[in-house]
């Protein structure tokens, strides 16, 4: 059974950095694309940005040059750091990935302040 669990969201000021993990288990990690979207109150869910099984990395235009996808395949685990956030940051954040059917994990909230 595939199961993703996040953590690290958390009440930040405006300009602050949050780190959030996401562990993944069940699966051949290191062979995965592993995303990351995020849902804000009232709207989509959107794509926040992927990272391939080399390493590479894709991000949407609203978080290129604040936000960075690592990842560690030894530990099943994918990173999000997030920088310079904003208040339209504000969002529970997913990590995320496709094996035919999309899994989710639970979701951690990520409350940036002005």
């Known amino acids: 059974q595939v199961r993703l669990v996040e953590s690290g969201g958390g009440l930040v000021q405006a300009g602050g950095s949050l780190r959030l993990s996401c562990v993944a288990s069940?699966?051949?990690?290191?062979?995965?694309?592993m995303d990351w979207y995020r849902q804000a109150p009232g709207k989509q869910r959107e794509l926040v940005g992927s990272?391939?099984?080399?390493?590479?990395?894709n991000y949407a235009e609203s978080v290129k040059g604040r936000f960075t996808i690592s990842r560690d395949n030894a530990e099943n685990t994918v990173a999000l750091q997030m920088n310079n956030l904003k208040p339209e940051d504000t969002a529970v954040y997913y990590c995320?990935?496709?094996?035919?059917?999309?899994?989710w994990g639970q979701g951690t909230q990520v409350t940036v302040s002005s």
């Open positions: 995320s990935l496709n094996i035919g059917v999309r899994l």
């Open positions: 069940g699966i051949t990690f290191r062979y995965r694309v």
């Open positions: 990272i391939s099984n080399g390493g590479v990395t």
